[in-house]
């Protein structure tokens, strides 16, 4: 299951106490005060990963938290830190401190961001001395840790985004050039969640099926269109065996405009699929109709492989050279 929202519940470490400790010498039964300080409490950072169904993993368990520190000894040592903790989200997510109105964007694997910050340690007795206080029996609490709750929201990072209007093709033409096991089926919203594939190191994702009004939230919405927004290209498939295939086409590229004027001006390589099922007069209709929009156009069959190699062929020499 592929999850790209989750609220979890993080806490930072508390700091360890300060205690009140004494030095015994020979002879000297109390020479003086040797309570350590407490230990700090360990940090929560959130930490990016190439796994973009990482989130997944929380479902059953949306609470962290850190160590605390360790309480101050005797001979003036200082209490261990609490180790600091590292939740693993997608590269791509976008994290909200839902209480601290701030937030946060992990855009390249590996980058990290510190959320909470764990207590500071108490204080021991042996800080509290002075000329005038050679004894002193005063020592403090550590510090509690930070604590919050945040709001995770992936937007995936993919090399090729395929968009297009329910039972366009795509689930088919990912499994045909990819890895992927889409679920494929004649009916609108086959897929309710991204699909992703692997094509020779470029990752490609099926963007669930988009219709008229999806930038107002209409159908599956506009959750799906913000997992366009960082793809480096799209692929726009439209079904030769729609009534109206260029209406189909500009009714997409229509909600792109509305959701997101920049999505409208990303690379669109245009997919025409299902030629099997009309007459080469249509196909050849619609690419001049098509030919105005200077975009590069390609017609795909699930009944012709060579197309399938064509179009992976011509995908993967042109994401290498990007």
């Known amino acids: 299951?592929?999850?790209?929202?989750?609220?979890?519940?993080?806490?930072?470490?508390?700091?360890?106490?300060?205690?009140?400790?004494?030095?015994?010498?020979?002879?000297?039964?109390?020479a003086g005060p040797s309570g350590g300080d407490g230990g700090r409490g360990g940090d929560v950072y959130v930490r990016a990963v190439k796994d973009l169904g990482h989130l997944s993993k929380y479902t059953g368990n949306n609470s962290f938290a850190a160590p605390v520190g360790a309480a101050g000894t005797n001979s003036s040592k200082t209490g261990k830190d609490g180790d600091?903790?590292?939740?693993?989200?997608?590269?791509?997510s976008k994290v909200t401190d839902t209480a601290r109105n701030r937030s946060f964007?992990?855009?390249?694997?590996?980058?990290?961001?510190?959320?909470?910050?764990?207590?500071?340690?108490?204080?021991?007795?042996?800080?509290?001395?002075?000329?005038?206080?050679?004894?002193?029996?005063?020592?403090t609490k550590g510090r509690k840790g930070?604590?919050?709750?945040?709001?995770?929201?992936?937007?995936?990072?993919?090399?090729?985004g395929l968009i297009g209007l329910p039972n366009a093709g795509k689930s088919t033409l990912l499994n045909n050039i990819t890895n992927a096991r889409s679920r494929i089926g004649a009916y609108p919203f086959t897929t309710v969640e991204p699909h992703l594939g692997d094509l020779y190191g470029f990752v490609i994702a099926d963007i669930p099926g988009l219709i008229s009004g999806a930038s107002t939230g209409k159908g599956l919405g506009h959750k799906f269109l913000r997992h366009i927004?960082?793809?480096?290209?799209l692929l726009h498939l439209v079904s030769l065996e729609h009534e109206d295939p260029i209406k189909e086409?500009?009714?997409?590229?229509?909600?792109?405009?509305?959701?997101?004027?920049?999505?409208?001006?990303?690379?669109?390589w245009i997919i025409l699929t299902k030629k099997d099922l009309?007459?080469?007069?249509?196909?050849?209709?619609?690419m001049s109709a098509l030919a105005k929009t200077e975009k590069r156009?390609?017609?795909?069959?699930?009944?012709?492989?060579?197309?399938?190699?064509?179009?992976s062929d011509a995908l993967t020499a042109h994401l290498q050279s990007l």
């Open 1 to 30: 299951m592929f999850v790209d929202e989750l609220t979890i519940i993080a806490k930072a470490g508390d700091g360890g106490d300060g205690v009140v400790r004494w030095r015994h010498e020979k002879f000297r039964p109390m």
């Open 84 to 92: 600091d903790i590292y939740i693993d989200i997608p590269v791509g």
């Open 249 to 268: 086409y500009y009714t997409i590229r229509e909600e792109l405009s509305q959701y997101d004027a920049s999505l409208a001006e990303k690379e669109e």
């Open 146 to 160: 930070e604590a919050g709750e945040f709001y995770i929201e992936v937007s995936l990072m993919v090399d090729v």
């Open 297 to 311: 156009v390609l017609v795909i069959s699930q009944d012709d492989s060579e197309s399938y190699k064509k179009l």
């Open 105 to 139: 964007e992990l855009t390249t694997v590996g980058a990290t961001e510190r959320i909470l910050k764990g207590g500071s340690g108490g204080l021991g007795n042996e800080y509290f001395k002075s000329s005038i206080n050679r004894s002193p029996e005063e020592s």
């Open 278 to 286: 009309v007459e080469k007069a249509q196909i050849d209709a619609v």
């Open 229 to 233: 927004a960082r793809t480096k290209m």
